[in-house]
């Protein structure tokens, strides 16, 4: 971090005494839950965002946040869970010509 006599300097993108932005784990941990190695999360890094992101940082990353996601894991569960499940079909039907002439279009003709 570059320094000044006054201590005035304020850095823009990453916030003093951080290392890496806040944005970066969230990202990092979302593609690992969708069971993606480090390897390939660095090249998405690398292609998507054009930065270089090391396996081991990433993997510091994951390490991080194993305890809580083990605590969440273990966690008491709810003896209820509501749910709602709603299901749909749609059928087209549509008629011969000659039956169109003496119906109307809403009939489903087309």
């Given at each position: 971090?570059?320094r000044?006599r ?5 850095p823009?993108?990453v916030p ?6 806040d ?8 593609l ?6 480090t390897g ?9 965002y ?7 940082t ?11 996601l083990?605590?969440?894991?273990s966690r008491?569960?709810?003896a ?7 299901d749909?079909i ?21």
């Amino acid at each position: 971090m570059p320094r000044d006599r006054d201590g005035s300097f304020e850095p823009v993108i990453v916030p003093k005494r951080k290392r890496r932005l806040d944005g970066v784990d969230q990202i990092v941990l979302s593609l690992t839950a969708r069971g993606l190695t480090t390897g390939e999360i660095a090249a998405h890094f690398d292609e998507v965002y054009g930065a270089k992101v090391s396996k081991d940082t990433i993997s510091r990353i994951t390490e991080k946040v194993t305890g809580e996601l083990a605590e969440w894991a273990s966690r008491p569960l709810d003896a209820i869970y509501p749910v709602i499940f709603v299901d749909a079909i749609v059928v087209k039907v549509a008629l011969p010509v000659s039956e169109c002439v003496t119906r109307s279009l809403t009939a489903g003709c087309w």
